[in-house]
């Protein structure tokens, strides 16, 4: 596997396996899956170059299409799903139809169904037909009601924005998607999903993005493929790691991130785009003060950079403040960081690191880009007297995001 390109990020999700404890595909209502991709690429595209949201909701979208093929197209399909759930009887099942027990046959009318449809599969499913059809019609019109739901549920209208601006593109997890009718011929658990997954892996082994995967999605993977199957992308690249630990934790102290609307949040980004180079470098220096400390335990390190944030990063946003009451910032701040001839040289070249990758949860996914950093940016200016007035200046593009959450 190769380096990655700082700031160039896949996002890796599995919102079923985030959202549906038990396992099940369709737990949780297809709107909320969609929002929980929305919200899990928002802090990336606040602070990436670009992001490639990788999405177990864009195959279940297929897996819908298939469905809806085999409850309309597919008579033996329809009337086995019918018979299917004659025998299961499940209240929850029977509730988001919107159906009751007495709308579907007996339960022993049902095994019978599969039972002599070994010896004339023809005529049974024609017999059967005609003495539940109008049941049958009724279950038909409720699957197509959930269907409906669900293919419009998993569209995540609100991304469209970042995709028209070219700062989002999103795919499936699997490398090609399959046709309806191929998808119906195929066994979802043991065959569709570990191949999804499967295609999950090859793209981490193969792309130059710095990955951040949801644990849900690490999971899913584990389970379905086995738990040794994401070790070899749990990488040693700590430089790349660090960092993005670090911004997420400092988001996590910026409240209303998460309630921006995507439009807003890449507005946002653009007003402050000039301060963002700056505050990436930041990142990447703070992370390696960080480092020279013991901090390979996690619980010690995430009180570090807590200590950290009480100790260097809330009072230099506070100073920015009364800086900006006596009206030094912003434009001085340009003119610092535009005249320093470093910053200039190292805006031209962009840094690849190590081999390796992130393993973030939903929370430390915030900083997307601050892991994957874009071109190194030092922004040192010899005018700065001290380490604290040079990170006053760079965590600008912070305290910006932080007015404007507050201003909501």
């Known amino acids: 596997m190769g380096g990655h390109v700082m700031f160039r990020v896949d996002v890796i999700s599995e919102p079923a396996a985030a959202l549906n404890p038990d ?243 890449l507005d946002l980004r653009d007003s402050l785009d000039e301060y963002l180079p700056a505050f990436r470098g930041e990142l990447l220096d703070l992370s390696n003060e960080i480092e020279t400390e013991n901090t390979e335990d996690t619980e010690k390190l995430g009180r570090e950079i807590e200590r950290r944030w009480h100790r260097d990063i809330s009072p230099a946003l506070q100073e920015i403040r009364q800086e900006v009451i006596k009206a030094r910032y912003p434009r001085h701040l340009l003119s610092t960081f535009s005249a320093d001839k470093a910053t200039m040289t190292s805006t031209a070249t962009s840094v690849v690191l190590a081999a390796g990758s992130v393993f973030a949860g939903a929370g430390a996914l915030i900083p997307a880009a601050a892991a994957a950093a874009f071109p190194f940016v030092k922004a040192l200016n010899e005018s700065l007297k001290s380490r604290n007035d040079l990170r006053k200046n760079r965590l600008y593009f912070l305290y910006g995001v932080q007015q404007h959450l507050k201003r909501k």
């Not at 924005?161 to 195929?186: F, H, K, M, N, Y």
Request: with cysteine; hydrophobic share 45%.
């Open 23 to 265: 396992g099940s595909l369709w737990g949780a209502e297809a709107r909320k899956l969609a929002q929980h991709d929305v919200s899990l690429v928002k802090p990336a595209l606040l602070f990436a170059e670009h992001v490639e949201l990788v999405s177990f909701r864009i195959d279940m979208q297929a897996i819908v299409e298939s469905d809806a093929l085999q409850h309309f197209r597919m008579p033996m399909r329809l009337v086995g799903s019918f018979a299917g759930a004659a025998i299961r009887r499940d209240p929850d099942e029977l509730e988001k139809l919107g159906l009751t027990p007495d709308d579907l046959c007996t339960k022993e009318e049902a095994v019978d169904y599969f039972n002599e449809g070994v010896a004339d599969p023809g005529g049974n499913l024609k017999n059967f037909y005609l003495r539940h059809s109008e049941k049958i019609a009724k279950y038909r019109l409720a699957v197509r009601t959930v269907l409906v739901e669900r293919r419009d549920g998993l569209i995540a209208d609100e991304l469209e924005i970042a995709i028209s601006r070219g700062v989002l593109e999103c795919s499936g997890w699997s490398s090609v998607q399959p046709l309806p009718d191929q998808l119906a011929w195929t066994d979802l658990w043991e065959e569709f999903i570990p191949y999804t997954a499967q295609c999950v892996v090859e793209r981490l082994a193969e792309s130059s993005n710095v990955p951040f995967i949801d644990p849900a999605a690490r999971l899913s993977i584990s389970h379905t493929l086995g738990s040794e199957t994401l070790v070899q992308f749990n990488g040693m690249a700590r430089d790349v790691r660090l960092p993005v630990t670090i911004a997420g934790s400092f988001l996590t102290h910026l409240p209303g991130l998460s309630e921006l609307k995507v439009d807003e949040l």
